[in-house]
Nanobody
Framework: VQLQAFGGGLVQAGGSLRLSCVAS????????LGWFRQAPGKERKFVAA????????YYADSVKGRFTMSRDNAKNTVYLQMNSLKPEDTAAYYC?????????????????????WGQGTLVTVSS
């Protein structure tokens, strides 16, 4: 499945952005999904995960309480609402799908568990 993420941009510290990720060819509604981020010169890190129904979510400690991941299966879209942004949130953000986990209630936290990735969308938070 091909994913496309968008919604990144430049924002001041304390501001908000909402990232979106859509599938261009196949439905996302049956898959577990995740968001990851990669800062310049650093490894890709887990940000958030959501199960197929949207009933369960999990967040990295660094974003807990500030970021919210949600999905609209009718629109074939997953979102990452980012509030109270900090300069250390600056990174390219990637959405990912685990297409092997059909209608699974499980959440997935490592990049190796995802087999489909979108291109990154850059988020820059200025101080």
């Amino acid at each position: 499945v091909q994913l496309q993420a968008f919604g990144g941009g430049l924002v001041q510290a304390g501001g908000s952005l909402r990232l979106s990720c859509v599938a261009s060819e196949r439905t996302l509604s049956s898959y577990a999904l995740g968001w990851f981020r990669q800062a310049p010169g650093k490894e890709r890190k887990f940000v958030a995960a959501i199960n197929w129904s949207g009933g369960s979510t999990y967040y990295a400690d660094s974003v807990k309480g500030r970021f919210t991941m949600s999905r609209d299966n009718a629109k074939n879209t997953v979102y990452l609402q980012m509030n109270s942004l900090k300069p250390e949130d600056t990174a390219a953000y990637y959405c990912a799908a685990n297409t092997n986990a059909y209608y699974s209630s499980s959440l997935y936290y490592t990049s190796g568990e995802y087999d489909s990735w979108g291109q990154g969308t850059l988020v820059t938070v200025s101080s």
